[in-house]
């Protein structure tokens, strides 16, 4: 099993261009996250999803959009990128709510806005 | 906030020697949970210890919860140069999951 596979690993964009992270999950997890982790900050969630064809916000939501539209995959865009918005994002799945079920990491996309 | 906080922010040992991590929090939670990070990777999870749990081990791993002191300690014993990564905990309250800065464990051969 591959767990959770996010694309693209590495992406430069300049402000104001838009994008697309996808991440894919075959563990058929309901839960899936989205996190940025930024040095000396922590992981902080984005969006969440607790079901096909449901998303939540997290602590971090503005200047993002998701979408659950199959349960294997969860999309994280930026419709207007900004240098703030540099940082490593990682998503994640669970099996179970309440985080009572381990969280499954991907590798992580490292995305630089100039 | 009920953000764990974990103590030292970074750890230097050599191998076979003990390491220990604090994390402490601030408010009541369900459960806390312990992931390693390896340079430029996921995060991986390690233990999730309930609050009405004190201790639980896994292979070379010991975490204890004392929800009197609102804090945890991971501690990893027989230390390899493979440990060498960064440790997070993360506390879950009533349905959010927050994670600390970490800590940088560096064990050296």
């Known amino acids: 099993n591959a767990g959770v596979t996010q694309t693209p690993k590495f992406r430069v964009l300049k402000t104001g261009q838009s994008m697309t992270l996808l991440c894919a999950q075959d563990m058929n997890h309901e839960y899936m996250y989205w996190y940025r982790q930024d040095p000396g900050m922590g992981l902080r969630l984005i969006h969440y999803?607790?079901?096909?064809?449901?998303?939540a916000k997290g602590e971090v939501p503005d200047g993002y959009n998701v979408s659950r539209l199959k349960k294997q995959n969860f999309l994280l865009g930026l419709e207007s990128a900004a240098p703030s918005q540099t940082s490593v994002y990682f998503c994640?799945?669970?099996?179970?709510?309440?985080?009572?079920?381990?969280?499954?990491f991907g590798n992580g996309t490292r995305l630089t806005v100039t | 906030s009920q953000q764990g906080e974990e103590d030292p922010q970074a750890l230097s040992i050599q191998e076979g020697e003990n390491a220990t991590m604090n994390c402490s929090y601030k408010t009541s939670i369900n459960n806390l949970q312990w992931y390693r990070q390896n340079s430029g990777r996921g995060l991986v999870h390690l233990i999730l210890i309930r609050s009405n749990e004190r201790e639980k081990h896994s292979g070379r791993l010991r975490v204890t919860l004392d929800t009197s002191k609102k804090s945890s300690s991971l501690l990893i014993t027989a230390s390899r140069a493979a440990d060498t990564a960064s440790y997070f905990c993360?506390?879950?309250?009533?349905?959010?999951?927050?994670f600390g800065k970490g800590t940088m464990l560096l064990v050296s051969p």
């Open positions: 994640a799945s669970s099996g179970g709510g309440s985080y009572n079920s381990p969280l499954h």
């Open positions: 999803s607790v079901g096909e064809g449901t998303t």
């Open positions: 993360a506390t879950v309250g009533y349905s959010t999951l927050t």
